[in-house]
């Protein structure tokens, strides 16, 4: 019931195209469903959060879609570009425990080709 | 503002032999977590500390895991014995009580 699914595991788009990753989930107390950009040799870091009071939320190129029925989500990177390319992280979080740590999908290696 | 530090960056050792790893959290934080991430796979929660204290480690194999943050700052871990499938990258983590969590870059361990 931890689990976080996502796909696809490899991901290749032309520069300018839009770059999309899905996850699932079955925990209904995840409230908090970060996403997180990994290049080789660094940590994750953080790219974009979503509550699940809210369906949609944009920063710059990057968008999380949220469906609370369905319990999916996923990342829109639009007008991909080169520097885009890393290994992309969703992630749930259940709140309610003092734990409140962080569940991890097993990440789409994203590249961008020129 | 310094991010969090970790060392060494690679570790080559044999099976059976120990290793540990260090970790040095951005100044403030009070919760520091270590993760394991295996070649392919999302990082995988080994334990939780806020200050000295643990919050959680029900994923930390503790026959040979162990952890300790001693004065609630900086971090260690040990593996003693190694087995080849503790091969992975080791990634520590920093974060205020409920905040966002900072990365470390990770200790990439190696066990021949």
């Known amino acids: 019931q931890q689990q976080v699914k996502q796909s696809p595991q490899s991901l290749i788009v032309q520069k300018g195209g839009i770059s999309i990753i899905n996850c699932a989930y079955e925990?209904?107390?995840?409230?908090?469903f970060p996403w997180y950009q990994q290049f080789p040799g660094k940590g994750p870091a953080l790219l974009i959060a979503i509550r699940p009071d809210v369906s949609e939320k944009k920063e710059g190129r990057f968008t999380i879609s949220f469906n609370k029925s369905a319990k999916q989500f996923s990342l829109h990177i639009m007008d991909s570009q080169p520097g885009d390319s890393a290994t992309y992280f969703c992630?749930?979080?259940?709140?309610?425990?003092?734990?409140?740590?962080?569940?991890f999908g097993s990440g789409t290696q994203l590249t961008v080709l020129p | 503002e310094a991010g969090v530090a970790q060392s060494p960056r690679y570790k080559i050792i044999e099976k059976r032999q120990s290793v540990a790893f260090w970790c040095n959290p951005i100044s403030g934080h009070a919760t520091l977590y270590w993760y394991q991430q295996i070649l392919g796979q999302g990082p995988k929660l080994l334990i939780q500390?806020?200050?000295?204290?643990?919050?959680?480690d029900s994923q930390l194999p503790k026959d040979r895991f162990s952890a300790e943050r001693l004065k609630g700052v900086d971090s260690t871990l040990k593996i003693q014995p190694a087995k080849l499938e503790d091969s992975a990258v080791y990634l520590c983590a920093s974060s205020l009580v409920g905040g966002e969590q900072f990365f470390g870059p990770g200790t990439r361990l190696t066990v021949l």
């Open positions: 992630a749930a979080r259940d709140s309610s425990g003092s734990a409140r740590q962080l569940t």
């Open positions: 925990n209904t107390a995840f409230d908090y």
């Open positions: 500390f806020q200050n000295n204290g643990v919050v959680d």
